[in-house]
Every structure is written in structure tokens, then in C-alpha cells.
């Protein structure tokens, strides 16, 4: 195991034991609702399941191809705000 893979491992098991990654879950549900993700990406599953059929689309294709787009489709703010109490977390608890 890589010493990064070896430190995203101790700080997954460190915001699972305080409970942090939860909130950040919760966090995140509401910033993409908010924004408007959510109903983006209801879209785009649609769009494929009309382009493909509903009978020849299963849960894991509809996945495998929006993804991707969903990825990149989160704001840049959002994705700031997670990455900042994330790291406020860590200071707070730098024992890492």
C-alpha cells in the first residue's frame, strides 16, 4: 500500500469513528440539491433510458454513463466548501 493510499485510508477511518463523514454526506446531499445536481442528473438518466429503451438499459450501463457527467457536473464551490471541512476536520484532529 502506497504511503498516500496508507494516509487517505487513516483519515477515511478517522472522520468514519468521529461521525464527520456522515455529516459531510449529509452536507453534500443538500449542496447538490440545492444547486440543482440532483434534478441535472434525474435529466440525464431519462435522456439515456429514452435514447436506449427502458428494456435494454440496466441499472449498472445507466451508471457506468452518467458518472461520469455527474462528476463533472459538481460545482467547483461545492467541491471547495467539502475539501475545506475536510481540512478543518484534520486540524482540529491532527493526531494523522
Do not use: Y
Not at 57 to 81: C, H, M, N, Y
Amino acid at each position: 500500500m502506497s504511503k498516500d493510499s496508507q494516509m487517505r485510508s487513516a483519515i477515511n477511518q478517522r472522520l468514519i469513528e468521529m461521525g464527520e463523514r456522515e455529516r459531510l454526506k449529509e452536507l453534500l446531499r443538500a449542496k447538490l440539491v440545492e444547486c440543482g445536481w440532483k434534478d441535472q442528473m434525474k435529466a440525464q438518466c431519462k435522456d439515456v433510458i429514452r435514447e436506449k429503451g427502458l428494456e435494454h438499459v440496466t441499472v449498472e450501463d445507466l451508471v457506468a454513463e452518467i458518472t461520469p457527467k455527474g462528476r463533472a457536473l459538481v460545482p467547483d464551490s461545492v467541491k471547495k466548501e467539502l475539501l475545506q471541512r475536510i481540512r478543518a476536520f484534520l486540524a482540529q484532529h491532527s493526531t494523522l
